[in-house]
């Protein structure tokens, strides 16, 4: 049974118009975090939310926002996509922030596509 | 900082063969730990296999081991007995202070 759930699998959206990408968890986890991966390139780490309180990386863009209504589900919303953003977003989540050992668990990705 | 280097961009192995999946390592951190992930075409992380910076052994799962060797900085995953199944992108994956950095990734192909 899925744990961190993506919806949608793949998304299409047109240059500069908003798109809003979910993300779903039953593992009651703290921490949940969004990854950008384009293609033939390692995941990066655009924001992680611990609890409520919101931290965002350093060269993360400003189009790129989130919100985690409650502890179950976090959103990332691309205000205004352009062609370079198109790319694989992975969810994940952990039990716990920092720490060596915390295993990070991903959902399956939504496959972004700006037209 | 922590930084990540997986020198192999694809691989490929007959079935049933055992292969090697580098992975060299650099990081700041007193204290951090080692992940391998598998990406399957559907896009999944899937976790492997986890290595304590201070564990004294050699992690294993299953068919999964990790060859630590600290002075060296380096984590390769070993699977034995290759399965095609096993076909997929590999990761390398550093943790320390509230942060997940992954390597390039390799592209495992396993040929029947």
């Known amino acids: 049974d899925a744990m961190v759930i993506q919806n949608p699998r793949y998304q299409v959206t047109q240059f500069g118009k908003p798109v809003t990408l979910s993300c779903s968890q039953t593992l009651n986890h703290n921490v949940m975090y969004w990854y950008q991966q384009k293609s033939s390139q390692a995941p990066k780490l655009l924001f992680h939310?611990?609890?409520?309180?919101?931290?965002n990386e350093a060269d993360t863009p400003d189009n790129f926002q989130s919100r985690r209504p409650n502890t179950s589900f976090c959103f990332l919303d691309i205000r205004s996509p352009g062609l370079g953003d198109a790319a694989m977003y992975l969810c994940?989540?952990?039990?716990?922030?920092?720490?060596?050992?915390?295993?990070?668990?991903f959902g399956s990705g939504t496959q972004l596509s700006v037209l | 900082a922590q930084k990540i280097t997986q020198t192999q961009p694809g691989m490929f192995v007959q079935e049933k063969e055992a292969v090697t999946l580098d992975c060299t390592y650099d990081t700041s951190d007193p204290s951090y730990g080692l992940f391998w992930y598998k990406q399957p075409s559907s896009g999944e992380m899937i976790f492997l296999i986890y290595?304590?910076?201070?564990?004294?052994q050699n992690a294993t799962e299953g068919r999964y081991s990790l060859n630590f060797q600290k002075a060296r900085k380096s984590a390769n995953l070993v699977i034995s007995a290759s399965q095609l199944g096993d076909s997929a992108m590999y990761f390398c994956a550093s943790q320390g202070a509230q942060k997940l950095v992954f390597g390039q990734g390799t592209r495992l192909t396993i040929n029947p």
């Open positions: 290595q304590g910076s201070y564990d004294q």
């Open positions: 994940a989540t952990s039990r716990d922030i920092a720490g060596e050992n915390e295993k990070l668990f």
């Open positions: 939310y611990y609890d409520k309180d919101f931290n």
